[in-house]
């Protein structure tokens, strides 16, 4: 089994600061993904990313900027963070076979802004 | 996301009881995929089941999947307070990559 480590677990930022969040993952996944979770809300996909160095826009990029430095690791940097932003961010990598994609996430990073 | 929807926001139900979550999706599938989330933590798949079966148990699980209706439910029996989570339904085209998430379905188990 492996394990997806998103750091910090909470981060406290004030308003217009720019915020970087890590995750890194020992499954040897070659596809990671970073989710914005608001509060009681569904997931929202930010970016993702198929390979090192590859960046995927999500349905929620703007305002958001990601860097994929290594197979094992995927940064999302918030760029100016807004009050309305404060949510849980969530880390994933998957696995595609037999034909289909099993996502693994990690416990998140929740994001307070100040 | 549009592609796959729970019917429900939440549900609640007393230790013991039966309770089943729906789900319609939108979108052509190979698979159809439940995942639960627990406070404090990250979805995690529990059942996924194929396009061509239509129903799939696991443990006290049991998934259904009508594609003519584009439908799923989850079943969960003999319900305990540890299955209070919040429940996704998410579709897979079969392409690498990308599975859709609706936005959950909030269960409580009370004692």
């Known amino acids: 089994g492996g394990i997806i480590t998103q750091t910090p677990k909470f981060l406290i930022g004030q308003e217009g600061q720019k915020l970087t969040l890590k995750c890194q993952q020992n499954?040897?996944?070659?596809?990671m993904y970073w989710y914005r979770q608001d509060s009681g809300k569904g997931l929202r996909l930010i970016y993702y990313?198929?390979?090192?160095?590859?960046?995927q826009k999500g349905d929620l990029s703007e305002g958001y900027d990601a860097s994929r430095e290594k197979k094992s690791s995927f940064s999302l940097t918030v760029t100016s963070a807004q009050k309305n932003e404060m949510a849980v961010f969530l880390c994933?990598?998957?696995?595609?076979?037999?034909?289909?994609?099993?996502?693994?996430f990690g416990k998140g990073t929740r994001l307070t802004v100040v | 996301s549009q592609l796959a929807e729970e019917n429900l926001w939440a549900l609640s139900v007393h230790e013991g009881e039966s309770v089943t979550v729906n789900c319609s999706y939108k979108?052509?599938?190979?698979?159809l995929q439940w995942y639960r989330q627990k406070s404090g933590e990250g979805p995690a798949q529990l059942i996924l089941?194929?396009?061509?079966?239509r129903e799939k148990r696991n443990g006290r699980l049991r998934a259904t999947l009508d594609t003519s209706s584009q439908s799923s439910s989850l079943s969960i029996t003999a319900t305990r307070c540890e299955d209070t989570a919040v429940y996704f339904c998410?579709?897979?085209?079969?392409?690498?990559?990308?599975?859709?998430f609706g936005d959950g379905t909030q269960l409580v188990v009370k004692p």
């Open positions: 994933a990598s998957s696995i595609f076979q037999g034909g289909n994609t099993e996502v693994f």
């Open positions: 499954f040897n996944h070659d596809t």
């Open positions: 990313s198929i390979t090192e160095n590859d960046l």
């Open positions: 979108t052509s599938i190979t698979a």
């Open positions: 089941i194929r396009s061509n079966e």
């Open positions: 998410a579709t897979d085209a079969g392409s690498n990559n990308r599975i859709f």
